[in-house]
């Protein structure tokens, strides 16, 4: 019986055995490791290039070089780069980027804040080395290294020169225009309906006895739009001061509804009537999107203003304003330079603004030669900017590319 | 003086920004202006919460028409400041984060707020519905023309789309409606924009120039000097 026991114990041995030890080998990484064959170094970066980083203020060096021979090819095993940096040859390195496999060059772009660790200080040598890595973190390949290189600022931008030679050719337009307008010349500038149905809807507003409602949209004050906007608030505040109707400017940011109340109350001076000014015409409701909007809608149906104005920045709010409006029988007139919602506001409104023509308003309803002067010089800047697309459609087609290169523009 | 001030800053900061963008050693300077700005508006928000309780509160006290409102809105700007300043139930306590799960002020942002906001963005859809039907009625030559070419992108982003004009051969693909609907949206409509997004750019230029040299003054409620 024992020595029966004994057989059926060592057979029960010999068949567990090699169960055991693959199960063994499966799952233990050293023995995994120890079974697999290390995988080859891929080849090293080469021909590594350090130069200052063009058309900046400093604190940054730019790397190219020459991918991996086993970098898409070869073995083909390369998964990305490392670039080190240190200040001298020797080191320590420390890693500074990583970056996908295929590139064949990167900005070290360092603080220029003294205080912060990651500070990169002009002129002082740095020295730069590039370790080609692969899915095995053991597996990895380092260049030689690099350098010395380093960083300093530039005094002028070389890329944006095609932007100055713009700016300056508008600004002297600008300046002969508004010269011309001081001196008295008659300018024409082209009607805007929009602008000329403002006087119009204060006019309903008043025989209706009825408030205007104004929103300067959700732009901070330091939006150009939202500032075009204050421009075309004064004008209304002021004929609205005139007409003696009701004004309501429900505000989304603190600052707009600050710069908005001191511009109203100056409107109701400048109409000589500072008594008629209230505290509560502009004020602030929200800086939650879609709070205001609940908030300006309530505003709209139940006081049933004569006419909305919307002027300035605006996002997805701007069709539920302007169709609540719509649906309270509103006049509207609206204008933005956001391009997504010029759409909703041609459709829900009476009159729109498209894009430019908000920064037109403000002149066009004030007509004073100082600012047509200026319109005027943006009017024939247009003309030029057809111009030339036209010149360059046409040299384009006949494979002339020089015309294009001279408008490019770097960061 | 009173007016000359901001003319003056506005024109220093506006001159000191334009120069950031040619000269890099400016990009500092106008990077410290914006920063000064951040910090102005830190203290505009106190201006805009003591605008709303001081407007409501008058309307409460005044017992002014809608007054109900405002008892809703300062009820709930009060609210959300307790819990927001005095952690109220937050699970970590008063040194917690004021987000965490569990927070009164979290419960309400999660439970209350993001639901009436969301319910207003919702309403968007209907707003497009309505608004798209009065834009469509082919009154008119231009109205006729939106409205074929609006249909035609509605169908070319759907299923339907794809089947209707599936037979049409290879070599006139351009045809087919969601490659048509492609066409509208990258060729014509495209150069819309372009040509309204040039005229803003220039509408910038010229606005921002106008506020440079001072000559636009409307701003500050300038008519009489």
Redesign the interface.
Known sequence: MKRQFLLLLLLCFAVAAPLATAQTAEDSPLSGEAAVAVSPAPGPVSNIQLKDTD????HSVTLSWEISPDDGAGLNNVIGYEIHRALSPEGPFVKRAGVPAGSHSHVDVGS?EESSPDYMKDYIDYYYKIRTITADSAVNAESTVAGPIQSY?????TG?VP??IF?AC??AL?LYF?NRAKGGADLYVRPLAGIGAVDEAIGRATEMGKPILYVLGLG?A?D?AT??S??IL??VA?KVAEYQTGLIVPCY???V???AQ??V???Y??AGRPDSYK??MV?????????Y??AVN?TML?DLPATNIYMGKFY?ES??L???GALAGSIQIAGT?E?AQ?P?F???CDYTL???????A??YL?REP??LG??K??DY??AG?ILIALVGFILLNFGVDGFKEFFFVSN | MKRKIPVIITSLVGTVL?LS?????A??MGEDFSIF?DI??VF??F???G??V??HG?KIYKKAR?WG?SAVTLAGFFLMLAAGLFKIANPGGIAADVTAQGSLFQMLYDWI?NP???S??A??AF??A???Y??FRAKNKEATILLIAAFIILLGRTPLGVYATAWIPEQFSLMQIPNLAIWIMTAPNLAG?RA?????A??????????I?G??R???????E
């Open positions: 058309n900046d203020h400093g220029k600022g530039q005094w002028f931008n944006r932007v100055l700016v508008f600004l600008t508004i901070t330091a150009i500032i075009a204050y421009t004064g004008r002021k940011d603190p600052i509804m600050t710069v001191e511009t109350k100056a409107s001076a400048d505290e509560d004020y602030f409701v929200t800086q939650s999107q879609f709070a909007v609940a309530g139940r997805a069709l539920i302007a169709e609540t330079d391009i010029i909703f041609v459709v829900a498209i894009g430019e023509e908000l920064y037109a403000s002149a004030g100082l600012l200026s319109l010089a943006q800047a247009k900017v | 334009i963008v040619f000269f890099p050693p990009e500092r700005f102005i508006a505009a928000f201006l805009g919460g605008n709303l001081r407007i008058n809608d409102f707020f009436l906001g969301a207003m963005y309403l968007l707003y497009v309505s608004a798209s009065r834009a924009q309204i997004m040039i005229g803003i220039l509408g910038v230029i010229s606005m921002s120039l106008r506020l040299l000559v636009e409307t701003y500050l409620g300038t008519d009489n």
